[in-house]
């Protein structure tokens, strides 16, 4: 969502009008549920995906037409039967939500982005039919569930709750870093990477984390704040940093804590922090070695690894709060 809004900005401010494509119902076989957003440009695609396919494609085109003929928000329900020459089976009901140049349009974007920088629940309120209503933000909606329509004012509105999602903190910036960084922001995952070295935490070989920080690993309660949404990947240089990082999280209520290396290298810090006092019951917490176990080898195949654990423990935490 946060790249979304920064696309609709972007857009707004080159005065191009544009239209957010949302899939808000579906039956039967479809390539995506409700909640997907693309945002069309007249000269195509600018963002996102409701599917992919002839649905997507279709969807793209009428968009454009549309936009050369002056816009206007306006909903449309695509078959995708065998009969329809799709292979799917089920229906999609897609809006078209026109957003024009202007403050107001700047402003929903702005907004959005402000509520995703507090780390609270929020709202966005997509209108529903034809007209010249334009998305809303709220911050309270009483509403079953987290997405649903909602009447208010006599406007129908497709409600979808968002919420801070967390934050993955890597500890260490080495090779693995530098593959894992840029694929988890891809995923939409937001990252902040710490290392004590100067020479590698260096923000030029990480532009898509949010923050790149040189740190000390026995004084992170310094600089850090980890929140039962965060994730904690420690990928440092050795057993004594990594030993010394998790000393630091398991003080924490951080809801996922990886380590990577070899069995030997996380047998070495186990022991360690038993030595300290620590419990099996607090080293229970700790995932090693981190990742899913696809036969990776190098630094990209471990970092789609470790990925995919992560997409799996976010998806989990999502279903849990529906």
Request: charged residues 20%.
């Amino acid at each position: 969502m946060k790249d979304l809004m920064k696309k609709i900005q972007a857009q707004t401010l080159d005065s191009q009008p544009c239209y957010l494509v949302a899939l808000i119902e579906s039956e039967g076989s479809t390539p995506r549920t409700g909640g997907a957003y693309m945002l069309v440009g007249e000269k195509g695609l600018l963002y996102g995906t409701i599917g992919g396919g002839g649905m997507e494609y279709a969807a793209q085109q009428l968009a454009q037409q549309r936009l050369r003929c002056g816009g206007g928000s306006f909903v449309k329900t695509f078959d995708l039967s065998p009969a329809a020459g799709m292979a799917c089976g089920g229906s999609c009901q897609v809006q078209f939500c026109y957003l024009p140049v202007g403050e107001e349009t700047e402003d929903l974007a702005e907004e959005a982005l402000s509520a995703m920088k507090q780390r609270a629940p929020w709202w966005f309120l997509l209108p529903l039919g034809e007209g010249n209503a334009l998305p809303q933000i709220k911050k309270d909606l009483q509403l079953a569930g987290r997405r649903g329509v909602i009447n208010i004012d006599g406007c129908a509105y497709y409600a979808e709750q968002y919420d801070y999602d967390g934050s993955v903190y890597v500890f260490g910036a080495g090779h693995v870093a530098r593959e894992l960084v840029p694929l988890l922001s891809h995923l939409g995952f937001k990252c902040i990477v710490l290392d004590d070295r100067a020479e590698f935490a260096d923000a030029a070989a990480f532009p898509q984390a949010e923050r790149v920080q040189q740190v000390d690993f026995t004084k992170l309660q310094e600089v850090c704040s980890l929140t039962a949404k965060d994730y904690a990947v420690v990928m440092t240089r050795g057993h004594v940093h990594d030993a010394n990082v998790e000393r630091y999280l398991l003080t924490t209520p951080v809801g996922y804590i990886g380590i990577m290396g070899s069995k030997n290298k996380a047998a070495m810090a186990r022991a360690a922090l038993l030595a300290d006092g620590y419990s099996e019951q607090q080293l229970a917490r700790v995932i090693t070695p981190i990742g899913i176990d696809i036969g990776s080898e190098t630094p990209a195949e471990i970092a789609v690894s470790i990925a995919a654990q992560l997409i799996q423990t976010r998806a989990e935490r999502v279903s849990e709060r529906v």
